[in-house]
């Protein structure tokens, strides 16, 4: 079961369950008169109900089987919109492979990896208004691609990511012991990236321009939940990590990977792989007292394996010699075990 917003022909966005091919509108479940859960089924967006937390979340989960025909409708006759609000927008670096990879491409006569790479979990500040929903296209952007030349960007990547919904709103630090307590649910995530505009500015501050004209994210929010026995051990950390980012039981979530390029599956890669957690990530997002907000989106950065068809981006998989094209349709899928997350589809148009 995944939480999502749809319209029904045409009408305003509500909020929804989906189950299989099926999907139940939260409003027309046999719910408590409970006047904030009322306003929060009622919304156009997950947010209300995500900042009630967990209890309300199960409620409207028990509620689905119990659901009357008028709250069931054929996936196939809705149109998704952007499930959340989002307030903010984080995006990790957490891929020893893909930041091997990377560091090769950008820095080649410099170590791959930084020394503070491995002392905590880095990553920069993405726009959250430019978050949109699987589906949507993805028009070519524009920007510096050399010293005062302002042009279309020539090598269009994509990014495979694993993204994860923040719960109620919360002001740090937040516990690593505690993190999960604060993630609502889990999504994919499509960093698209203009690989020449952020080179260009790379130096001596980004990426910025490079990222920031679209993300997209999935159009179903799978719960944390319902991906528990998912979670694997992480890899090895050395050097330890600090006391703050060290957790009692670590995990990761093993969801095997799919990039699909103009229907031909070109890379599998497997998020079990990553260096950093999902929880060391919130643990020092929050470090400094940063609030979290329900609906924020943190995501993992690309996640690469150390051979080309586990590569998480057209750059690594192809070294240069391919990028996206107008016209061309990019999709993730990601599975952990039974449970098939929300696929992120999109399709480039030209600057």
């Known amino acids: 079961m995944q939480w999502g917003a749809v319209r029904v022909r045409g009408g305003d966005p509500q909020l929804a369950l989906r189950t299989g091919d099926e999907v139940l509108l939260a409003r027309e479940l046999p719910l408590e008169p409970d006047p904030d859960l009322q306003h929060a089924v009622n919304a156009p967006t997950l947010n209300a109900l995500i900042e009630l937390g967990s209890d309300a979340w199960r409620a409207i989960q028990d509620a689905a089987p119990d659901a009357p025909d008028n709250a069931r409708i054929a996936l196939a006759d809705v149109t998704n919109v952007l499930p959340i609000r989002i307030p903010d927008y984080v995006d990790f670096y957490a891929s020893l492979e893909h930041a091997t990879n990377f560091g090769s ?101 980004g990426p910025f321009l490079g990222k920031s004209f679209a993300t997209s994210m999935s159009a179903w929010i799978t719960p944390l939940d319902a991906l528990h026995a998912a979670r694997v051990p992480p890899p090895n950390q050395d050097p330890p990590p600090a006391p703050y980012l060290t957790a009692t039981a670590p995990w990761l979530l093993d969801v095997e990977l799919e990039i699909e390029l103009g229907g031909e599956v070109i890379s599998r890669p497997n998020a079990s792989r990553l260096y950093w957690t999902p929880a060391q990530m919130l643990a020092h997002l929050t470090v400094n007292g940063a609030r979290l907000s329900a609906g924020d989106l943190f995501a993992t950065g690309t996640i690469s394996g150390s051979q080309p068809d586990t590569a998480g981006s057209v750059a690594e998989r192809y070294r240069g010699e391919r990028w996206l094209n107008d016209g061309e349709e990019a999709v993730l899928r990601g599975r952990a075990g039974a449970v098939a997350l929300g696929e992120v589809r999109g399709r480039v148009t030209p600057a």
Do not use: K
């Open 105 to 205: 491409i950008f820095r080649p006569d410099a170590p791959a990896v930084g020394g503070n790479w491995y002392r905590m979990p880095i990553a920069y500040h993405g726009r959250a208004s430019t978050v949109v929903v699987s589906g949507s296209e993805i028009r070519r952007p524009r920007g510096q691609v050399a010293p005062g030349v302002l042009a279309p960007t020539e090598r269009l990547d994509l990014e495979c990511e694993l993204g994860y919904v923040c719960g109620p709103s919360a002001t740090g630090p937040i516990a690593i012991d505690r993190a999960e307590e604060h993630i609502f649910g889990v999504v994919l995530v499509n960093d698209w990236s203009a690989r020449d505009i952020q080179r260009h500015e790379y130096e001596p501050l």
